[in-house]
């Protein structure tokens, strides 16, 4: 679609870095200009330079053409007060991408609506049709594979596989960015939401996504990781993901300091040379994964010195290479998984 100015829907999460990941990745990484934030809770103020307003009426002036939804809610639901929000999108004549799980291109009142005002609504999360289990091409792809994993949801996986992307390609190689997600997927353009997949087909969903970064000429494919093993909601993505990518190597992305699951408590994270243990453990046996690096976010550590203190801490107690590729760039990471492969 030509002239994508984007409003993103931000309505009372656009501060939090854990739900309003989608907002701050589409932010950080996307091709099309953001014009405008919505969030009723921070009118006036800005993120990243980009207004922020209270209402979609508010948005006029900066001329959006797609209104996106820029949240990302425990399961996947609209928050209630979300669906007059949507109308008035619609009602603007805007197109509206949602990454969700509730599919507002099923919705008869939205559909009717989106009729009468000659919009799209899109899905970003709705998998496509005649998905099936792996048929082993997964292994025959003429690509090395590289999975980030984590040891919880949303400390940055899909940010680690798109920032050692970008530097690939600034080095000239043939690199591309696997989306297995919504914000991924905004980023791309093209990609499968895999947790939205039947889970008997899961694996068969990351090895076509794998297949097709190799038909679009990656030699290095950066496939965006989902869930962490141990998490007690989401490991099964995390599993079904390892064995259909089929990854020669993985990048373990930890929060620096964390020790509990976030949002679930009682459930610990092990030490990260067990998680290094497991994740190796858990590789395809017809092609078995190594982790070659640590990603360590350090976002909520103030000082620079601080953060390097931590990465060094980190990589001596799993004797492996480690950085934050976004506080202080992919090079480190980048050259250790070119070492590996």
């Given at each position: 679609?030509?002239?994508?100015?984007?409003?993103?829907?931000?309505?009372?999460?656009?501060?939090?870095?854990?739900?309003?990941?989608?907002?701050?990745?589409?932010?950080?990484?996307?091709?099309?200009?953001?014009?405008?934030?919505?969030?009723?809770?921070?009118?006036?103020?800005?993120?990243?330079?980009?207004?922020?307003?209270?209402?979609?009426?508010?948005?006029?002036?900066?001329?959006?053409?797609?209104?996106?939804?820029?949240?990302?809610?425990?399961?996947?639901?609209?928050?209630?007060?979300?669906?007059?929000?949507?109308?008035?999108?619609?009602?603007?004549?805007?197109?509206?991408?949602?990454?969700?799980?509730?599919?507002?291109?099923?919705?008869?009142?939205?559909?009717?609506?989106?009729?009468?005002?000659?919009?799209?609504?899109?899905?970003?999360?709705?998998?496509?049709?005649?998905?099936?289990?792996?048929?082993?091409?997964?292994?025959?792809?003429?690509?090395?594979?590289?999975?980030?994993?984590?040891?919880?949801?949303?400390?940055?996986?899909?940010?680690?596989?798109?920032?050692?992307?970008?530097?690939?390609?600034?080095?000239?190689?043939?690199?591309?960015?696997?989306?297995?997600?919504?914000?991924?997927?905004?980023?791309?353009?093209?990609?499968?939401a895999v947790d939205?997949?039947?889970?008997?087909?899961?694996?068969?969903?990351?090895?076509?996504?794998?297949?097709?970064?190799?038909?679009r000429g990656g030699?290095?494919?950066f496939v965006e990781?989902?869930?962490?093993?141990?998490?007690?909601?989401?490991?099964?993505?995390?599993?079904?993901?390892?064995?259909?990518?089929?990854?020669?190597?993985?990048?373990?992305?930890?929060?620096?300091?964390?020790?509990?699951?976030?949002?679930?408590?009682?459930?610990?994270?092990?030490?990260?040379?067990?998680?290094?243990?497991?994740?190796?453990?858990?590789?395809?046996?017809?092609?078995?994964?190594?982790?070659?690096?640590?990603?360590?976010?350090?976002?909520?550590?103030?000082?620079?010195?601080?953060?390097?203190?931590?990465?060094?801490?980190?990589?001596?107690?799993?004797?492996?290479?480690?950085?934050?590729?976004?506080?202080?760039?992919?090079?480190?990471?980048?050259?250790?998984?070119?070492?590996?492969?």
């Amino acid at each position: 679609m030509a002239d994508r100015r984007l409003l993103i829907l931000g309505e009372g999460f656009s501060h939090d870095p854990h739900y309003g990941k989608t907002l701050r990745g589409i932010v950080r990484y996307g091709p099309d200009p953001v014009v405008a934030i919505l969030d009723s809770k921070r009118s006036g103020e800005s993120h990243d330079g980009i207004p922020i307003v209270g209402r979609v009426a508010d948005a006029f002036p900066y001329d959006p053409t797609v209104a996106v939804v820029g949240v990302a809610t425990q399961g996947g639901r609209f928050p209630p007060a979300w669906r007059e929000l949507l109308k008035e999108s619609i009602a603007a004549g805007l197109d509206v991408e949602s990454g969700l799980h509730e599919f507002i291109s099923e919705d008869p009142e939205l559909t009717q609506l989106a009729r009468e005002h000659g919009v799209e609504l899109r899905d970003l999360r709705k998998p496509p049709e005649g998905l099936s289990v792996p048929t082993g091409a997964n292994l025959e792809v003429d690509a090395k594979i590289v999975l980030t994993v984590g040891s919880d949801c949303a400390i940055g996986k899909k940010t680690v596989a798109v920032e050692l992307d970008l530097e690939a390609r600034r080095r000239g190689l043939a690199s591309v960015f696997v989306p297995t997600g919504q914000t991924g997927i905004a980023i791309a353009g093209w990609g499968i939401a895999v947790d939205a997949v039947v889970s008997d087909f899961l694996a068969g969903a990351a090895e076509q996504l794998v297949v097709e970064g190799a038909r679009r000429g990656g030699e290095i494919l950066f496939v965006e990781g989902q869930g962490s093993l141990v998490h007690p909601m989401y490991s099964g993505v995390t599993l079904g993901l390892v064995h259909g990518a089929a990854p020669h190597l993985f990048v373990l992305c930890h929060a620096a300091g964390a020790t509990e699951i976030e949002g679930s408590p009682g459930h610990p994270i092990p030490p990260l040379p067990e998680l290094v243990e497991l994740y190796e453990r858990s590789s395809l046996p017809a092609r078995k994964a190594k982790v070659a690096c640590i990603a360590l976010n350090t976002a909520r550590i103030d000082s620079d010195d601080d953060a390097r203190s931590a990465i060094a801490a980190v990589a001596d107690e799993t004797r492996l290479p480690a950085d934050d590729p976004v506080r202080f760039g992919a090079q480190h990471l980048l050259d250790a998984l070119l070492a590996r492969l």
